[in-house]
């Protein structure tokens, strides 16, 4: 079983909707869990970072855990076509300090 | 200043080249990573050194090589590589390894290997 579950998509959705993305893992030691950002041909960009269960809200995006279901997920609302990018869930645990990376989610948002 | 800055962006090289890629940061972090990404796929931690010391070598073959020569510059060294080398590499950094879960990372080198 791998420690982070993503599925790869793709996800086509119209601009304006409200995208959700997902990832499951397996070790209830993670700590932190992460949602980058990756542009084509660019390096991730961290979105946002929650450490242990709960919500976090930045602009558009809110990421949510739920330790108990082993659940990680990001909202977008609104999407818009500056949002098509690849979206990475990525989890460490404290004292590890070793970041393992989900799959990657391709999202398209059309115009 | 959040830029981790990489060079050079593009290489092509033989197998039996040798060449090195670069990675600086003006952030004043002191841990910094190597990733490996091949395309659709995520990266994977190859590096990772704090306080200018290797801390954690994910049994990266030896034809790379890392070297922090200060806290600011970090180098990856490639000799003999393979056609199945041929990848982004990333590197990365935060304040610490304790803050691993904020990195930064640069656009990447893509390497080619002929």
């Known amino acids: 079983q791998k420690e982070v579950e993503q599925d790869p998509g793709p996800l086509s959705v119209p601009e304006g909707a409200i995208v959700s993305l997902n990832c499951t893992y397996s070790?209830?030691?993670?700590?932190?869990f992460m949602w980058y950002r990756q542009y084509s041909r660019k390096g991730p960009e961290l979105l946002m970072y929650t450490y242990s269960s709960g919500n976090k809200e930045d602009g558009r995006f809110t990421a949510q855990v739920d330790k108990s279901s082993k659940y990680i997920s990001l909202f977008i609302r609104d999407s818009q076509p500056s949002d098509s990018a690849t979206y990475l869930c990525a989890i460490v645990n404290t004292g590890g300090f070793k970041t393992i990376f989900g799959a990657g989610t391709r999202l398209f948002v059309k115009a | 200043d959040t830029e981790v800055t990489q060079t050079p962006k593009h290489l092509v090289m033989g197998m039996t080249n040798k060449k090195s890629l670069k990675c600086e940061q003006h952030?004043?972090?002191?841990?910094m990573y190597w990733y490996k990404q091949k395309a659709k796929k995520p990266p994977e931690l190859m590096f990772v050194y704090s306080y200018e010391k290797l801390s954690i070598n994910e049994s990266v073959p030896s034809r790379f090589s890392p070297e922090c020569p200060n806290s600011s510059l970090l180098n990856l060294h490639l000799h003999a590589l393979q056609p199945e080398d041929s990848a982004l590499y990333l590197c990365a950094s935060s304040q610490g390894e304790y803050k691993s879960y904020e990195q930064y990372f640069g656009p990447g080198t893509r390497l080619t290997v002929t």
């Open positions: 070790n209830s030691a993670f700590q932190y």
């Open positions: 952030m004043g972090h002191r841990a």
